[in-house]
């Protein structure tokens, strides 16, 4: 399949989602990662495009991505290439999603009757297939294993990383006045020369993964702006944006419309570990928790 975006013609479409599309990369083991302006809700039934949305989320998960890379969490981001585009590490994505929830929201809400704002006694890390014919269903890890979708030691790594990610985002996010109520992971795999695999951080962390709310006025600065037709979209997320420091106080979206300008000046964010640091297999010691 072959596709143009921008002043790059007809480059090669490894994947084309609702949200981002994969082209593949300049160099082997590498894809580029497009980040579209559209946005969904209720597993696509509701649509629409959002200006400036795209590159927004660009630039908070590069972000993200490179503070996590810098606490020892392995990424797929290299660098930022332009106001949409990230060069990011070609990864055999697991069809799981992670949900680390901090507080009750969402599917948690309607699922056991509890109150929205409900404060977890610990977080909560659920499994979902990334299966959307199958309305992406809830799993145990046994369930996971049984599928064949990841073996012991990959589930331990998987969750052991989303348990520290939860407490840097927590942290970030509380240092510029919002909390973290839940959020969204994907990992994938990449093999070395002797078949060890290694376990990546992959796909994005932005408002459309994460539930952020304001701490002071509980205001919600993510995709239920969208899902729940609460208005202010790309205000909320062009906010979170502001807070961690990633563009100008004046912003890049006017009245609806993007700054083409402003938004192409804003400098690159590049991974300098994420080339240098040296993985860990993850199938060289068994993991410690007492499979069955």
């Known amino acids: 399949m072959l596709f143009s975006i921008g002043n790059n013609p007809r480059r090669k479409v490894i994947y084309d989602g609702k949200a981002k599309t994969i082209f593949e990369g300049p160099e082997p083991g ?23 949305k795209g590159v927004l989320n660009n630039r908070i998960s590069a972000h993200i991505m490179t503070k996590l890379e810098g606490m020892g969490i392995p990424t797929h981001f290299l660098k930022s290439l332009n106001m949409r585009e990230q060069l990011v590490r070609q990864v055999e994505i697991i069809p799981l999603e992670l949900i680390v929830r901090n507080v009750a929201a969402g599917s948690l809400v309607k699922r056991f009757g509890m109150k929205e704002g409900t404060v977890l006694n610990y977080p909560l890390v659920e499994f979902y297939y990334k299966k959307e014919d199958l309305g992406n269903p809830m799993l145990s890890e046994n369930h996971i294993m049984n599928l064949g979708i990841a073996d012991p030691y990959e589930i331990e790594e998987m969750v052991t990383q989303a348990w520290r990610i939860n407490d840097y985002l927590s942290g970030l996010f509380a240092g510029v006045g919002i909390r973290l109520i839940d959020f969204k992971l994907e990992f994938g795999r990449i093999y070395g020369e002797y078949d060890e695999v290694y376990i990546l951080l992959a796909d994005e962390i932005s ?16 995709r239920d702006r ?3 037709n609460l208005g202010g979209f790309i205000e909320a997320y062009q906010d979170v944006a502001k807070r961690l420091g990633l563009i100008p106080d004046s912003g890049i979206i006017q009245g609806g419309n993007i700054d083409e300008q402003i938004a192409s000046s804003l400098s690159e964010i590049e991974n300098e570990l994420a080339r240098e640091r040296k993985l860990r297999s993850i199938n060289k010691a068994p993991p410690s928790k007492p499979w069955k």
Do not use: H
Not at 34 to 43: C, E, H, I
Not at 209 to 222: A, Q, V, Y
């Open 30 to 52: 590498t894809v580029i990662q497009y980040f579209k302006d559209d946005t969904s809700a209720g597993n696509g039934e509701k649509r629409d495009v959002i200006a400036g």
């Open 207 to 222: 408002p459309d993964s994460c539930r952020l709310w304001d701490e002071k006025t509980g205001e919600k600065m993510d």
């Open 226 to 228: 969208f899902r729940e």
